[in-house]
C-alpha cells in the first residue's frame, strides 16, 4: 500500500511540476502586462495539456496567462516561418529615408527612431536589400 501512495504521489509531483513551467506565466515574463494581441499557440497548448492530465491545473494556467497577457505574442515580434519566404507584410512597416545620405549608419538610426530597436548592422544574419 505504500509503494502505490509513493508512486501516486510521485506521478502527481512530476504532472504537477511539468505543468507549473508550461504556464507562460513563468516562459515569458516580459510578456505580462499585455490585455490583446495574437494569441501565442505553443504556450496555449501547453496549457491545454494540462487539461489533459487535470482539470483543474490547466485550467489555473489558462486563467493565469490569460490574465497576466502572457499568452499573446509580445508586440512587435517578427512572424517569421520556417525560411524568410514566409514573412507576411502585413506586420511591415516601410522607412523613408534620405537616398543621398544613406549608410548603414542612417539606416540603423532610421530603423531605432521608428521601432525603438537597436539593429546590429554587421551582423552576419542582417539581409539589406536596395531598390
Known amino acids: 500500500?505504500?509503494?502505490?501512495?509513493?508512486i501516486t504521489s510521485s506521478a502527481l509531483l512530476v504532472?504537477?511540476?511539468i505543468q507549473l513551467f508550461s504556464c507562460g506565466y513563468l516562459i515569458h515574463p516580459e510578456r505580462r502586462g499585455q490585455r490583446?494581441?495574437?494569441i501565442d499557440w505553443a504556450i496555449a497548448g501547453l496549457d491545454a495539456i494540462g487539461l489533459l492530465?487535470?482539470?483543474l491545473p490547466g485550467l489555473i494556467a489558462f486563467g493565469v496567462d490569460i490574465a497576466?497577457?502572457?499568452?499573446?505574442?509580445?508586440q512587435n515580434t517578427p512572424?517569421?516561418?520556417?525560411?524568410?519566404?514566409?514573412?507576411?507584410?502585413?506586420?511591415?512597416?516601410q522607412i523613408k529615408i534620405d537616398l543621398k545620405n544613406i549608410n548603414k549608419e542612417t539606416i540603423a538610426a532610421a530603423i531605432k527612431e521608428?521601432?525603438?530597436?537597436?539593429?546590429?548592422m554587421?551582423?552576419?544574419?542582417?539581409?539589406?536589400?536596395?531598390?
Not at 497576466?68 to 509580445?74: K, L, R
Not at 512572424?79 to 512597416?93: H, V
Open 53 to 55: 492530465f487535470f482539470i
Open 68 to 74: 497576466s497577457g502572457t499568452i499573446y505574442m509580445a
Open 114 to 120: 521608428n521601432t525603438g530597436i537597436d539593429v546590429d
Open 79 to 93: 512572424r517569421l516561418g520556417a525560411d524568410a519566404a514566409s514573412f507576411d507584410l502585413k506586420y511591415s512597416k
Open 122 to 131: 554587421n551582423d552576419p544574419r542582417l539581409k539589406v536589400y536596395w531598390n
Open 15 to 17: 504532472t504537477l511540476s
Open 1 to 6: 500500500m505504500y509503494k502505490i501512495k509513493s
Open 36 to 38: 490583446s494581441g495574437q
